[in-house]
């Protein structure tokens, strides 16, 4: 999301209703790392964690980190959200991709995994944002910033899809197939939100096709193995999907 709105102390109707979701999802059901990574992002929004800067400050866009070498922004923009309905959505996203990944990954690789997710989705947005400056001649996708968590709930959007087995999908109504299901909701999105940023959804989406479909996705797993000692062991589907694609790919 585009920082438009500067970060409110205190508990906002946003707050209220994530914590009622997460009480009626029930608080003992969300796994260790994924209620520390939303209960220290709320903290952050309401401003119980002290910290030297505002939202806008640390949006990220490409001219910040490729020219300015804005590191800052590139580290914690994902942190960061516009105003409470944004915080709301996203941690809702959350609570349901992670009850379902930490638990099959173990909670040590899901955290590092979450960290390799955000450093790719940072590194994604500026990509994406600099090759579309240099594709179509418009200035504002070097400068276009952006702070929240989707772009990583997109990629955790991408892995959940590929460990389920196939099945049809409700996105805003529409009943699609799993294979489609990250797309559909992309441009939904787009059109349903305009101020979200698309390049940040986008690079969300790539980086999980990156773990799921591509050797990326091998050396990830190795380096979370060596890291926690606990290999990732994924459904056979996932495993499928991964070699399939290898298979097109280099055929």
Partial sequence: MRPYQRRQQGLQYGIVLLGMQAMNYGLDKIPPATLFTIIGQVLLYIGLIKVPWNAEEVCISSIKVLKYRNWKSFLISNFEHGSD???????????????????????????????????GCSTMYTFLGYALMELTGDYSYYTQCAIGFSAVLFALKVIVVCEENDRMHNIGGFRVPSKIAVWVEL?????LVPQSSFIGHLGGILVGCLYCYTFVGEIIDTLLCILTDAPIVHEEQFYRRRSSFFRRTVG
């Fill in 85 to 119: 309905m944004h915080l709301y959505y996203n941690m809702v996203s959350l609570i349901l991709k992670g009850s379902y990944i930490e638990p099959m990954y173990g909670t040590m690789n899901f955290i590092f995994l979450l960290v390799i997710l955000m450093l």
């Fill in 187 to 191: 441009l939904l999105l787009h059109l």
